[in-house]
Nanobody, 125 residues
Framework: QVQLVESGGRLVQPGDSLKLSCLVSGRTSSTTMGWFRQAPGKEREFLASDFRSYGRVYYADSVKGRFTFSKDNTKSAVYLQMNSLKPEDTAVYYC???????????????????WGQGTQVTVSS
């Protein structure tokens, strides 16, 4: 079982940057880590993943170039740096871990078997 705790979400203005953190415990070297978000009334949306923690990050087209996935193994944490935020980025952001074998380009939320509680990001002027 992988435990995930996200933090860093808050109210920001359009154009601002924000970095989300996710503390991870219980993962193995083969765990794939991912970031998702869910806006009200919408399905959970894939953002980025680090396949089997190899450092090969896959991004959704919607955030490529604006969002950056990173990790710090010494702190057992993964991060999502978000730049040039837009009102449509408003959502609850989730950290997720897939302990089962998945492809490096998997974007389905149901492929991930461990989730954090989420952190709210609101982009508004």
């Amino acid at each position: 079982q992988v435990q995930l705790v996200e933090s860093g979400g808050r109210l920001v203005q359009p154009g601002d940057s924000l970095k989300l953190s996710c503390l991870v415990s219980g993962r193995t070297s083969s765990t794939t880590m991912g970031w998702f978000r869910q806006a009200p009334g919408k399905e959970r949306e894939f953002l980025a993943s680090d396949f089997r923690s190899y450092g090969r990050v896959y991004y959704a087209d919607s955030v490529k170039g604006r969002f950056t996935f990173s990790k710090d193994n010494t702190k057992s944490a993964v991060y999502l740096q978000m730049n040039s935020l837009k009102p449509e980025d408003t959502a609850v952001y989730y950290c997720a871990a897939a302990t089962r074998a998945i492809s490096s380009t998997q974007t389905r939320a149901d492929a991930y078997d461990n989730w954090g509680q989420g952190t709210q990001v609101t982009v508004s002027s």
